[in-house]
């Protein structure tokens, strides 16, 4: 069924050139290439020597840095920092990226009981209802260096907005992570299936793909020299995320759909038709599944209502047209290559 992606991608990037976005074909090599790799600090690199996991892997390391680095300062350019303060915040978003994708992975790919000890690390005390700090168990490699990274993303958070007292957790950022963290951990605990809330099926989704653009883009626009507020910037950043998302999950439905994870497209079908069973996967069903998707034009209506939201976002932002130009090439480039 991989002819599906190529037509979802098609109908995404028609929806594209059709708000008048930057044609990712038509940039420059420096734009197409503003994402790269970023060098891996060095001290990460005690937990990547001789590991054979697959998320340790110092060009996925490397890769996944660089992709919330590249976020930070496409944000920091439309949001008028200069290059200096742009390379000062946008670290921050690249730790912070690898950071919920390491959690993402230890969450669905490891045991249960790596999950547990993971979750009981002092780090993740300010997200539950417990105190942390217990005697969890071995976290590994990859706990050991989310670790690391979460808490120093955690801190330097604390040192710009404050403590997460109570009170804090309730609002601006500190509620953002509070609520990530929950989403994640709802999604790797709940199977696809019959009678699921689709709604909230979909939220959960919202906030464990589009939440951390978010997030990223607040972080930029908190910088004394950003000429654009921190609510324009939090919602560019989810509109960003909302294509990330959507091209994500097409990318990866089979793979979910194997996994038994929810998806944006899986929940649609389930919308379309509840009488649908996952518990199967095979031909038939994915047959079954391209079928409802091309019959009701899905691809087609979830790309334009998130590129027309991305591309409404950014002309509410105030920023001048050549930094909304040069934001928006640069991330349909990454998009495409996103996409595969």
């Known amino acids: 069924m991989s002819h599906w992606h190529g037509d979802f991608k098609a109908a995404f990037f028609r929806a594209w050139v059709a708000e008048g976005l930057p044609d990712p074909e038509r940039l420059s090599d420096e734009d197409r290439e503003y994402w790269r790799s970023e060098p891996i600090p060095g001290d990460w690199r005690t937990y990547l020597r001789g590991s054979g996991n697959r998320a340790l892997h110092p060009d996925v390391i490397s890769t996944v840095f660089g992709f919330g680095c590249f976020i930070g300062r496409v944000c920091g350019d439309l949001f008028g920092l200069d290059e200096r303060r742009v390379a000062a915040r946008a670290d921050w978003c690249g730790r912070f990226n690898l950071g919920i994708s390491l959690f993402d992975y230890v969450c669905d790919e490891l045991p249960e009981e790596t999950r547990h000890a993971m979750l009981a690390l002092p780090v993740f005390a300010p997200f539950t209802s417990d105190d942390g700090g217990r005697d969890g168990g071995d ?12 808490t120093g993303v955690l801190r330097d958070l604390a040192r710009e907005t404050g403590a997460p007292t109570a009170h804090r957790r309730r609002y601006g950022l500190w509620r953002a992570f509070r609520n990530m963290y929950a989403a994640q951990l709802i999604a790797a605990s709940q199977p696809i299936g019959p009678g699921a809330d689709l709604q909230a099926v979909v939220r959960q989704l919202k906030l464990k793909s589009s939440e951390p653009f978010r997030v990223m883009a607040e972080w930029m626009a908190r910088d004394p020299t950003s000429t654009v507020s921190t609510r324009k910037a939090a919602h560019v950043g989810r509109c960003i995320g909302d294509c990330f998302w959507l091209v994500d999950d097409a990318q990866d439905i089979w793979t979910d759909l194997d996994s038994s994870r ?14 649908l069973r996952f518990d199967v996967p095979g031909p038939v069903l994915e047959a079954r599944l391209a079928g409802l998707w091309n019959a009701n034009d899905v691809s087609a209506q979830a790309s334009r209502k998130a590129v027309k939201g991305l591309a409404k976002a950014l002309a509410k932002l105030g920023s001048s047209p050549a930094r909304q130009d040069r934001a928006a090439g640069r991330l349909g480039a990454a998009i495409a290559r996103w996409a595969g």
């Open 262 to 275: 929810w998806n944006y497209f899986l929940a649609r079908s389930m919308e379309l038709d509840p009488a």
């Open 139 to 150: 976290v590994g490699d990859v706990g050991r260096l989310l670790d690391l990274i979460a």
